[in-house]
Structure formats: C-alpha cells, structure tokens
C-alpha cells in the first residue's frame, strides 16, 4: 500500500558485493517490520552499483554511482505512489567514505530540500585514510597500495592530488569549510563503529578518528572495560588509568562471554584452508612455496585490475565532459580555485604538524593529515561506538557478519548489527 518512506542505503566495502551485508539488510528489515508511530516505512537499498573491481575506481567516482542508484531507486518508489521523506545511509569500510562522497552528491542535486537526513553510520571506516605503523609489512602496503588499488588506493593512503590546489580527497572531504563536512552535519545521528583490537584492515585509530590507540596492548596496560548488557560485544565504557602501578597491570574486563572467548583456541587458518590431519602437515611443509606463488598471484591480479580501472577512468572522465550535469569533483573544483585561503587550513594549527612517532611496532604512526582530518571530523556531534572481538586475528569482517555463508565465526558480529539496526531512528 502506498506510504511516506524511509530509505536506507548499505554500501559494501573494497572488493566487495550486496551479500556481504545481507546480515545488516536482513536485522534492519526485521527490526523495523513494523511502519514507524507516524505511519513512515523503512525500505533497505543495498547499493549494487560499486560491486568488484568497481571499488578500485575512487571514492569519488563510487560516490556518483551510488547517487545516481539511490535517485532511480526513490524515482521508482515514487511511480508505485509511495513518497520518499526520509533518508538513511550505512557504510561498511571503504563504503564509508563512498556513502559521505555520496550525500554530498545528493545535497548538490537538490535531494535534501524534500527529504530528511536522519541517520549516518560508518562502520570499521578509515575516514582519517590507511595508518602507517612501524614495521616492514606496512611500509611495503603504504608503497604498494597506491598503485595496486588504483584512485582508491591513493585517496586511501592520501597521496592523492583530489583538488586543485593539491589536497587530499579526505582533507577536503573532512574540512569544515566544504560541502561534505556540511553536509553531514545535516544528518540528525551520526554515528560509527569502530573495532576496538584487531582490526588489521581498518584499525582504531583511523575507524574512531582518534589521534592514539588507547586498546593497544590492552591485556598489560590495565584499560578498564565495560560492556553492554544486551550486546556483549559492543564497549558501553572504557577507561585508562590515569597512573599504572603493578596492581593496575591487568585487564578489569567485565564480560563473562569476552573470557570464554579469549581463551578459546580460534584457528588462524580460514576454514577452506582447514585440512586434517596429514594434509594439514603437507600443507604447513609447502607453505614456503604456496606464500611466494600467492604474493606474486596476488601482485598480478591487482596490477591488472587497477590498469582496467584507470581505463575505466578515464572513460568514465570522458562520458562526464560530455554530459550537461557536471560531477561534484568539478563543481567543488571551481569552488577550490575562488576560495584564495583554500589551503590555510594546512598551518592553522601547530600541534597538528606534529608526526607522533610510534613507541613499538603496535602503535600507529600519526601522520599530520590524519591529525588535522580527525581534528576537523571530531568537531560533528558523532557517536562513537566500540566493538570488542578480543580473540580474532582480524575482527574487520565480523563486525558486519559478512560472510557468515563460510566463516562460522562471522556470526559473532550479530550483536553489533542488532546494537546498530535498534538504534536507527525510523
């Protein structure tokens, strides 16, 4: 039956598709089954247009794309007789940063003079771009991957030259003085989850905008934890002592669950790569030739994907000359160009020029674009939301459930998305 509608946009991360948050579309379903009290009903779009190697072609071109599919999907609703009043957007990792280039480019167009922005949710996102650490591995990612992930991964790793006065796409997308950052301020709730430990793709510090990484060794340095009591995986409060003395150097973590779940023996393999017994020992023998074959496979096919995304670019580049609707990137350009203090933003502040350099290989390298991108973001009234899977090697995943369809242990992010989907304003 025809009604006023609230539209709710998931966007997947990098290599991603819409299944992997079928988890989150399926818990928000269910949650709000039911119209909300003034009669609005909740429709879920999972964003199907940035799918695969899709997302090596920028957060700013992923964003037009999933604008451009959320404007067919509320034209469509609205030739059924249904009217669009509300709208919502969630996204998962880089889906994040593709979801605020997003509402920009739907604020640009005119789509929040008829309809309300209610709530914003990031989810395990690097929004202050990929951290750095001390170690030879991440010196060789911050290398390679801005040229193995093409646009994405240099706006990632903010080596980019996004405007044209040489900023960074997530400096400029994080100042005050641009639409992005206004245009989030549009939303009534704006919240993100990030992963308190052990998330090896997006790690705290760049999930939750923070300068330091209090949850760095949290087994030793006697950080206070609490959790929800209805979502046992979600932190409800965490404090660190404000001096360590002997008696302070263990964990106070109140979670029955969390001690069950740390102690357990959770296998590091993923299970397709379970073998029994002696396969698995043959396995562990040829890992000396399987991981050099796989880091040259692996090379390979990156290289070829971002070679097909630059082509792909570039035509993309050529169709958007062509058309009479000019993308945000050249309307923010000219912007950039008659705004003369476009780049007093980069010195405004000494203590952001400041690099804190890591005190082990655990600790993050604070750059200052991260400084200066987490300074501005943190001055929006965000909500921020920790998750805790203290025993995985790389929680990153989990906290969506994303491939719960293969990886058992997926399902223990259900809590998260239930904390999530409960707290949307409908």
Known sequence: ???????????????????????????????????????????????????????????????????EEIQGAVKALEHDGDRVTRFSATGFSLGGLIARYCITVLNQQGFFE???????????????????????????????????????????????????????????????????YKTLAKFQHIKIYANAVNDKTVPYVTAAIEISDPFVDHETNGIQIEFHEMYERVISHFAVPSSRTPDTLKPAVTSAAWFKGSKASKPFLPPFLQFRFPLNILFYLLLPILIPLFIIFLIVMLSLASRSSRARIKELEREATGRSQQTLFKLLGKLENEIADATAGLVDDPDALLLQAPTSKAHPIISVTHSRIARWLNTLPIKKERAFFGEEFNSHAIIVSRDIQTIENHREGECVIRHWAESLVV
């Open 1 to 67: 039956m025809p009604g006023e509608i609230h539209v709710l946009v998931l966007i997947h991360g990098m290599w991603g598709n819409p299944l992997q948050l079928a988890e989150l579309a399926r818990i928000a379903r269910e949650t709000h089954a039911e119209d909300s009290s003034d009669g609005t009903r909740l429709h879920v779009l999972v964003a199907e247009s940035i799918s695969g190697q899709c997302t090596y072609d920028g957060i700013d071109w992923g964003g037009e794309r999933v604008a």
């Open 114 to 180: 008829t309809i309300e922005p209610v709530n914003f949710t990031a989810i395990a996102t690097p929004h202050c771009g990929v951290p750095r650490y001390n170690s030879l591995i991440s010196s060789l990612t911050s290398t390679l991957g801005p040229k193995l992930l093409s646009r994405t991964g240099e706006q990632m790793y903010c080596v980019d030259k996004w405007s044209p006065t040489g900023r960074s796409l997530l400096v400029v997308m994080a100042d005050p003085d641009r639409e992005f």
